[in-house]
């Protein structure tokens, strides 16, 4: 059974940085391509950034491009996210899943972790 548990958010100032932890365990972590998502209040979720299983390659989406890192450790079984130059609008539960390639915004697994609060004030 995956699981996938994200962590690290909370409430930074405008401008501020935040590192996002998801650690995953069930499947063959080295062998999947990962990415973060975000879900906003009232909002579908958005996929912001991927990584390949190699970290050979990144994606991000237009909204966060520059600002955010993606990354990842295989011998931890760990996908990272750094958060720079956070605005208002970066606000919502921020999720992780395996997805089928770097820049493919479908997620490879039914179920989600809890998510991580990241709240932005301006």
């Known amino acids: 059974q995956v699981q996938l548990v994200e962590s690290g958010g909370g409430l930074v100032q405008a401008g501020g940085s935040l590192r996002l932890s998801c650690a995953a365990s069930?499947?063959?972590?080295?062998?999947?391509?990962m990415g973060w998502f975000r879900q906003a209040p009232g909002k579908e979720r958005e996929f912001v950034a991927g990584?390949?299983?190699?970290?050979?390659?990144?994606y991000y989406s237009d909204s966060v491009k520059g600002r955010f890192t993606i990354s990842r450790s295989n011998a931890k079984n760990t996908v990272y996210l750094q958060m720079s130059s956070l605005q208002f609008e970066d606000t919502a539960v921020y999720y992780c899943?395996?997805?089928?390639?770097?820049?493919?915004?479908?997620?490879?697994?039914?179920?989600w972790g809890q998510g991580t609060q990241v709240t932005v004030s301006s």
């Open positions: 990584i390949s299983w190699s970290s050979m390659r990144t």
């Open positions: 069930g499947l063959t972590f080295s062998s999947y391509a």
């Open positions: 899943n395996a997805v089928t390639t770097a820049t493919s915004k479908n997620p490879s697994f039914d179920s």
